[in-house]
């Protein structure tokens, strides 16, 4: 019952980095997924990030760990200032992170899948 407070508490103090980190993964994800389809030298043909994942989970996967461990930086970076960063505080937020990293990847199922940005010359 105590964690489930701290739980609590801690959702309420990293509200805003919360809604820092979702936007900076979003900002990011564009780019992210046009390099994984690179990399395997793929033609784009996904309408939703959600078709891209039904065919490559590993890359699922590896997206829900990149978000994860952005979150866990982000909130060990917040507590660390304000001086409350035990052992226990970092399982709780590792907890947290993993939560919110499976809530950003489901958020993210029917977003268009990015386009490669027109590369023109001036």
Known sequence: MATRHIITMLEKTL??????????LTTSLSDRILS???AIQENNCYHTIGEWYKNHF???QDDFLWAKYVFYDAYCEEIKKQGHL????????????????KQYIAS??????PKERAKGTA
């Open 86 to 101: 035990t052992k226990r505080v970092r399982q709780i937020l590792e907890s947290l992170a993993r939560m919110h990293g």
């Open 15 to 24: 509200q805003v980095e919360t809604e820092n980190t979702i936007s900076h």
């Open 58 to 60: 590993l890359f699922q």
């Open 36 to 38: 994984q389809s690179a």
């Open 108 to 113: 993210i199922l029917n977003m268009p899948f």
